[in-house]
């Protein structure tokens, strides 16, 4: 039985995955930028709340409100300022931008932070402690329960966005083809700054999440980078958004599972599951490979 | 020719002097100069590579000049980017169409909505005019023929109530009925008084409709005049470059 | 109509096709001169100035093989980290079961090469970022299947004490001439490599994979004899490293910051260029030479550097003096030179 307690913690934790893998999912699918500073971002939020917290003695729940406007312009200028530049001169060249960016956050974060590990979970009062026992087994923590229901609202708000407004059909049809939406009347840079700048608002909610279910420090970034990616490549990395969530549940019950057996093997089982994922036929979990194993040359952000 | 038209006639409506378009080091466009009329309809001729494709995206700010200027109605939109060229009133209906393959018909035209110019064109009354894409709304563009799809896309360019419209190919890979369709419904938009800037393949049908003919080869204008003054000797010649005669803008 | 004749254009009548310039050819031999001299310098100089071009040179090896994968094949890899891993800790394998420390790096080069041909038939299915992000996942999972074994130190590390037999200096300067080899060995290699045919298939993937393997290139194979290359060379850097410090332990022989770093020096110097890796790897090594001591100071300068760099001069230094000059030391290219008086010379 405990291993049906295992599967649902790691489809709980594949919640917070989830979060983490969608801003990342957002950027690629739209710019096709693989933001290697993005776990970085996250835990910036963290630190960000963490202020709140020190000076204020704002609860990180409540903190999260004023912090997210700040990530959101954090989000646009740099893809105005920075990431867009980057664009011009290839693929590689983003990736060095982000790789660049990552660095300066993790030392900036250590100099003004100490490194330190903290965690936010202690002062969220009965939030952390809470869970509803289900029998002698399966208890689910209230956290993890917000976690995965946050990620849900997420999803679907992203979803909703992309699939019923305006400016969500605008960033699709610039994702598809930018050159022709610039004909059609679209500000294409203008809608990769929103999409980054909505990418690092959900990072920043992943982050919070990772202060309040577990702990963080200023090099604690490229580790959840590496989760996000491996849900989103899980779920399939042509697939519609919801595919990351997918991919972070998958993640979330390998780890899980994975402990159970040893909890040395957690991660490792992680990445096993993930190769597994990248080299079957299928190549992700909502995506189908073509003939010659390469993958549908622009992914899309669905519907 | 109406009141309206006849006050606008005396500045021209677009004015391209000297202007080059490269793509890496091989110049497309070489110096073209142009002057074109408000409710003029140019018809752009010239074989495979003569620089056709790039003059009119550089017209609509889809491709950065390397040299020369571009005036419409008296402002300088030579640094425009594309997208403000539409509020002004340019709109290119690209060659192969580029509809957004995943969005549906409805959505295609509707995200051209944002920097539309006012006027009698908006979602509803284009599929009115093409009334083939009724049962298509819900559509992804993906899936419609090629004759929808040609409607999709000038119908996209149309939402902006555009007063200068480029048509980049719009025969191509069509049946002749679909092409029919399509020159017929151009017919009636130019009736309104648009400038209307057309390359086609098919020299013959793009000359039924147009004011002027030009002649492009390797990057130049190597003929050009009015439809009537042009034989079909001299077109044919120009188009593949036989003569080279003093063309006018090289 | 007039038929045209089939006579060369008067342009390039007399041309002939020309792979050595005096200048390539002077630096080419310089080249040479280079590496024995820096043979010598154990002699010479004293144990600081040979512990420091060891390190020099392990970045110039890592450096110019991150290029042969992402300049010459146009596979971005964020998982060579791999390898230097596996080259440390199989030299350690091999010394423990009785061989010379250094027959040991050798021998954890080959091991390196051998175990990438399987590999590659898996991670050479991918492209762009699923090459980026397999790459690293495995590097990754390697470092954690490591760390399981007990023999090698398991999670806390372990050392190559076998080293000790050799007194100091003797260790210094032999740990300093296999690398200066190795390092040579593996340069000469991608250049050899880039002047045989294979290279202008190569350089042709790179340009446009599908118009090269319309023309026959065999594209999959090209990238997979790189792939071996690098993979070799890192294992090499690893074995190098190990014997340079002495002392490894999973998280840090593993680390995706050697990737980082080669990413760096390639960027900065000039991707795809045989000359930029070099150049990056140089201007690295004196950053932290200069800077290494400040903690995060340095490093925020060194993420900003390449924040600048992506975003000033993506085409690195060497990119942007090529471009400019025209400039090219190694002759890895082809010129056309004319035999028409007024033709401009090449430098």
Redesign the interface.
């Known amino acids: 039985m405990t291993w049906v307690n295992d599967v649902i913690q790691g489809i709980l934790l594949g919640g917070y995955y989830g979060i983490i893998a969608c801003g990342l999912a957002l950027m690629?699918g739209v710019m096709r930028i693989?933001n290697l500073a993005h776990g970085d971002i996250a835990v910036l939020g963290a630190y960000l709340i963490y202020l709140l917290l020190e000076h204020w003695n704002v609860s990180p729940l409540i903190g999260l409100l004023p912090v997210l406007p700040v990530m959101l312009l954090l989000g646009y200028l740099l893809q105005r300022l920075?990431l867009q530049?980057?664009l011009?001169?290839?693929?590689?060249?983003?990736?060095?931008?982000t790789?660049?960016?990552?660095?300066?956050i993790?030392?900036?974060l250590?100099?003004t932070f100490s490194p330190d590990v903290r965690s936010l979970g202690q002062d969220t009062g009965s939030l952390v402690t809470a869970a509803w026992k289900i029998n002698s087994e399966i208890s689910i923590s209230a956290l993890s329960a917000l976690i995965f229901g946050a990620a849900v609202l997420i999803f679907a708000g992203v979803q909703l966005f992309l699939s019923r407004t305006?400016a969500g059909?605008?960033m699709?049809?610039t994702a598809?083809?930018p050159?022709?939406?610039?004909?059609?009347?679209?500000?294409?840079r203008s809608v990769y700054a929103w999409a980054t700048a909505v990418a690092v608002a959900i990072a920043t909610v992943g982050g919070l999440a990772l202060a309040l279910r577990s702990s963080f420090f200023p090099y604690s970034g490229?580790d959840q980078l590496?989760f996000a990616?491996?849900a989103v490549?899980i779920g399939g990395?042509g697939s519609s958004l919801w595919g990351a969530l997918l991919g972070g549940i998958v993640l979330g019950v390998a780890q899980t599972v994975g402990a159970q057996i040893n909890p040395?093997y957690s991660?490792?089982a992680g990445?096993?599951v993930?190769?597994v994922v990248?080299?079957s036929p299928r190549g992700g979990l909502l995506t189908l490979r073509s003939a010659r194993?390469?993958?549908r040359a622009v992914p899309?952000v669905?519907t | 020719m109406n009141a309206a038209r006849a006050e606008q006639s005396a500045e021209p409506q677009l004015v391209i002097e000297q202007l080059t378009l490269r793509h890496g080091l091989l110049e497309a466009v070489r110096g073209v100069s142009l002057t074109v009329r408000e409710g003029e309809t140019i018809a752009l001729v010239g074989a495979n590579g003569a620089g056709k494709t790039t003059l009119l995206r550089g017209i609509a700010g889809a491709h950065r000049a390397s040299a020369g200027t571009i005036t419409f109605d008296g402002v300088d939109v030579t640094k425009l980017p594309g997208h403000r060229r539409v509020g002004m009133g340019i709109a290119l209906v690209p060659e192969g169409r580029r509809l957004f393959a995943n969005l549906t018909v409805e959505e295609n035209l509707s995200v051209a909505v944002q920097r539309r110019r006012p006027g009698r064109w908006t979602v509803d009354s284009v599929i009115e005019a093409f009334p083939m894409l009724q049962p298509l709304r819900a559509q992804r563009a993906a899936t419609l023929s090629g004759g929808e799809q040609q409607a999709t896309a000038i119908g996209r360019a149309l939402i902006s109530n555009p007063r200068l419209l480029l048509l980049d190919e719009v025969s191509l890979g069509l049946a002749p009925v679909a092409v029919e369709a399509v020159y017929s419904s151009l017919k009636s938009v130019i009736g309104e008084g648009s400038t209307v800037l057309l390359v086609d393949q098919d020299i013959t049908r793009a000359a039924t409709i147009a004011d002027r003919i030009i002649c492009m080869l390797e990057g130049r204008f190597v003929l050009e005049g009015a439809r009537d003054e042009l034989t079909r000797e001299q077109i044919t010649e120009a188009y593949f470059g036989l003569h080279r005669s003093a063309g006018v803008g090289a | 109509m007039t038929a045209s004749e089939a006579s060369p254009t008067p342009a390039l009548a007399g041309a002939r096709i020309q792979r050595w310039t005096p200048l390539s050819a002077g630096f080419t031999s310089g080249f040479g001169v280079l590496i024995v001299a820096l043979a010598f310098v154990p002699v010479v100089m004293g144990a600081s100035v040979v512990q420091d071009l060891t390190s020099l040179l392990t970045l110039v090896l890592m450096a110019v093989m991150w290029n042969a994968l992402a300049g010459y094949a146009g596979l971005v890899s964020v998982g060579l980290q791999a390898y230097i891993g596996l080259g440390a800790y199989a030299t350690v394998w091999f010394a423990l079961h009785g061989v010379d420390p250094y027959v040991a790096m050798l021998l954890a080069t080959l091991f390196c090469a051998v175990v990438s041909i399987p590999l590659s038939f898996i991670v050479l299915r991918f492209r762009g970022a699923q090459f980026a992000i397999g790459t690293w996942v495995l590097a990754e999972a390697i470092g954690i299947f490591v760390s399981f074994d007990n023999q090698l130190g398991a999670g806390t590390g372990t050392s190559l004490i076998q080293l000790y037999t050799y007194s100091p200096t003797h260790r210094e300067h032999y740990t300093y001439w296999l690398t200066l080899a190795l390092t040579a060995f593996f340069v000469i290699a991608v250049f050899l490599l880039l002047r045989s045919r294979l290279g202008a298939s190569l350089q042709a993937i790179r340009d446009d994979e599908g118009a090269a393997s319309s023309v026959g290139v065999r594209v999959v194979a090209g990238k997979r004899i790189l792939f071996i290359l690098a993979s070799a060379g890192c294992g090499a850097a690893g074995a190098m490293t190990l014997a340079n410090i002495l002392f490894i332990e999973p998280t840090s022989i593993f680390s995706v910051n050697y990737s980082a770093f080669m990413i760096f020096m390639v960027l900065v110097g000039g991707l795809g260029t045989f000359e930029g890796p070099i150049i990056g790897a140089i201007i690295l090594y004196f950053i932290q030479q200069q800077f290494g001591n400040d903690g995060t100071s340095y490093l925020i300068g060194l993420g900003a550097t390449a924040i600048a760099f992506a975003l000033f001069i993506p085409r690195g230094i060497w990119g942007l003096v090529e471009e400019r000059t025209g400039l090219r030391f190694m002759p890895v290219g082809y010129r056309v030179r004319r035999h028409a008086p007024d033709s401009g010379g090449d430098p």
């Not at chain 1, 050159?179 to 294409?188: H, K, M, Q, R, Y």
């Open positions: 690629f693989i920075v530049r980057s011009r001169s290839g693929l590689l060249t983003p990736l060095l931008a790789f660049g960016l990552s660095i300066v993790q030392n900036v250590e100099q305006n059909r605008r699709r049809a598809e083809d050159d022709t939406a610039e004909l059609v009347g679209i500000d294409s490229p590496i990616f491996e490549v990395l040395e991660i490792l990445h096993i993930f190769l990248l080299v194993g390469a993958r899309t669905t």
